[in-house]
């Protein structure tokens, strides 16, 4: 039998950590990662049942994921499912989580919130859209939400990938190299829960401008990666993949020509108000919707075929 393990990242979260520990018990056992609280938020795990580990100094969110794998794996766990500590995912959507890995066994499952959109900040949703169009297209997923915490992870992959980042850039850092290396990135609908007056742990510069700064370096990396599959697309017979690889590649190459037309678009939504908060969800909607990358089924196993044949070292 498959032994599962629930991993909660925290940090100053003692009002809602405790919730999210009894309500989680109920499905899996619980580790709680705590990020070096100031308020108590590991003791309120403890008393709940969690087995809390305790950071010594603050060392933001990926950091803590990866202390929780281990610890998992050490325990001789198939797989861990994720979640944050803040309320922000209700864990009674864990069963949903355990029910898609059965129909996608070794793929990371992600848990998206874009079904209830209307929930999100507005300047949180439009970077969640820009940082899934290009995590998108250098893993050759199909995710609207890469930004979501809410995940499943089989053991098999945390063991395999080489991970080097922390902070917020670890999980699209996760996407991005598992879906380069040939596993499963695959998506269902949670409900999102936004609390009012809640404070989020992401800070917009100075989380925002590391996740852009990778995955810009990323990309540099990646554009002779994509030069070389859309001549090879232009050999290949099968018309479905040939016109996916061109597509892709124009989709990618004008959004790429646009970043300083987006980054205008940033700045006149930060200082106008209205006007910029239009231009901005047009720009986004037209050229860095995730969905631009849709392909169909047989394609992404071609690609990452061809990858291994070529001995292309992409992860």
């Given at each position: 039998?498959?032994?599962?393990?629930?991993?909660?990242?925290?940090?100053?979260?003692?009002?809602?950590?405790?919730?999210?520990v009894?309500?989680?018990?109920?499905?899996?056992p619980v580790?709680?990662?705590?990020?070096a609280?100031?308020?108590?938020?590991?003791?309120?795990?403890a008393?709940v049942?969690?087995?809390v580990?305790?950071?010594?100094?603050?060392?933001?969110?990926?950091?803590a994921l990866?202390?929780?794998?281990?610890?998992?794996?050490?325990?001789g766990?198939?797989?861990?499912?994720?979640?944050?500590?803040?309320?922000q995912?209700?864990?009674?959507?864990?069963?949903?989580?355990?029910a898609?890995?059965?129909?996608?066994?070794?793929s990371?499952?992600?848990?998206?919130?874009?079904d209830?959109?209307?929930?999100?900040?507005?300047?949180?949703?439009?970077?969640?859209?820009?940082?899934?169009?290009?995590?998108?297209?250098?893993?050759?997923?199909?995710?609207?939400d890469t930004?979501?915490?809410?995940r499943f992870?089989?053991?098999?992959?945390?063991?395999?990938?080489?991970?080097?980042?922390?902070g917020?850039?670890?999980?699209?850092?996760?996407?991005?190299?598992?879906?380069?290396?040939?596993?499963?990135v695959?998506?269902i609908?949670?409900?999102?829960?936004?609390?009012?007056?809640?404070?989020?742990?992401?800070?917009?510069?100075?989380?925002?401008?590391?996740?852009?700064?990778?995955?810009?370096?990323?990309?540099?990396?990646?554009?002779?990666?994509?030069?070389?599959?859309?001549?090879?697309?232009?050999?290949?017979?099968d018309?479905?993949?040939?016109?996916?690889v061109?597509?892709?590649?124009?989709?990618?190459?004008l959004?790429?020509?646009?970043?300083?037309?987006l980054?205008?678009?940033?700045?006149?939504?930060?200082?106008t108000g209205?006007?910029?908060?239009a231009?901005?969800?047009t720009?986004v909607?037209?050229?860095?919707?995730?969905?631009?990358f849709t392909?169909?089924?047989?394609?992404?196993?071609?690609?990452?075929?061809r990858?291994?044949?070529?001995?292309?070292?992409l992860?």
């Open positions: 039998m498959d032994k599962i393990i629930a991993i909660i990242p925290v940090h100053n979260e003692a009002l809602t950590i405790a919730s999210v009894l309500t989680a018990r109920a499905y899996l580790i709680v990662v705590d990020d609280s100031e308020d108590g938020s590991g003791q309120r795990a008393a049942g969690a087995s580990l305790t950071l010594p100094r603050h060392c933001g969110k990926g950091t990866q202390r929780g794998f281990a610890e998992a794996l050490r325990r766990a198939n797989a861990v499912v994720t979640l944050d500590g803040d309320g995912h209700d864990p009674r959507d864990i069963p949903r989580l355990l898609a890995s059965q129909c996608w066994p070794e990371i499952i992600l848990g998206g919130r874009l209830s959109a209307e929930v999100i900040p507005l300047s949180r949703f439009y970077a969640m859209q820009v940082a899934s169009f290009w995590i998108n297209w250098l893993g050759h997923c199909q995710v609207r930004q979501s915490g809410f992870y089989p053991a098999a992959i945390l063991r395999t990938l080489r991970l080097r980042h922390g917020f850039i670890f999980e699209s850092e996760v996407l991005i190299k598992a879906g380069q290396a040939g596993w499963g695959r998506e609908p949670i409900r999102a829960m936004y609390t009012p007056g809640r404070t989020s742990h992401y800070r917009p510069l100075g989380d925002g401008i590391p996740i852009t700064a990778y995955l810009l370096y990323r990309g540099l990396r990646f554009w002779p990666v994509q030069c070389w599959l859309a001549c090879l697309g232009w050999r290949m017979r018309k479905t993949i040939r016109h996916y061109w597509r892709c590649t124009g989709v990618a190459a959004a790429t020509l646009l970043l300083p037309l980054g205008l678009c940033v700045l006149a939504y930060l200082c209205h006007v910029g908060r231009l901005l969800a720009a909607r037209r050229f860095y919707d995730p969905r631009l392909h169909p089924p047989a394609v992404v196993r071609v690609l990452h075929d990858y291994r044949l070529k001995r292309w070292k992860v």
